[in-house]
Nanobody, 126 residues
Framework: EVQLVESGGGLVQAGGSLRLSCAVSGFTVDDYNIVWFRQAPGKEREGVACISARGQTKHYVDSVKFRFTIYNDGAKNTMYLQMNSLKPEDTAVYYC???????????????????WGKGTLVTVSS
């Protein structure tokens, strides 16, 4: 059974940092990509970062580029999203998901994802 379990969310002040984790079971991070999505209150879910299988490529949307870093730990079969210089507009529920493919495409869409975690809430206060 495939499972993705996020953790690491919480309340942080603007300018602070958090590290989100996505623990994976049922497949390995060497097999499939992982996409981090977020959904802010009243907004659509958006993909913010993607890492391909084995961490060969990493991609970010402009709004988080140079602030967020996606990486994996193959030994723990866990993906991470290191978030620095957080802003109030980063407040959202963050989800990890996989398309069940090894690469990252040019865009990441909800309907393309095969498996999802349940999300972890990140709140950034001003």
């Amino acid at each position: 059974e495939v499972q993705l379990v996020e953790s690491g969310g919480g309340l942080v002040q603007a300018g602070g940092s958090l590290r989100l984790s996505c623990a994976v079971s049922g497949f390995t991070v060497d097999d499939y990509n992982i996409v981090w999505f977020r959904q802010a209150p009243g907004k659509e879910r958006e993909g913010v970062a993607c890492i391909s299988a084995r961490g060969q490529t990493k991609h970010y949307v402009d709004s988080v580029k140079f602030r967020f870093t996606i990486y994996n730990d193959g030994a723990k079969n866990t993906m991470y999203l290191q978030m620095n210089s957080l802003k109030p507009e980063d407040t959202a529920v963050y989800y990890c998901a996989t398309e069940g493919v090894s690469w990252c495409g040019s865009g990441w869409y909800e309907n393309d994802m095969e498996y999802w975690g349940k999300g972890t809430l990140v709140t950034v206060s001003s």
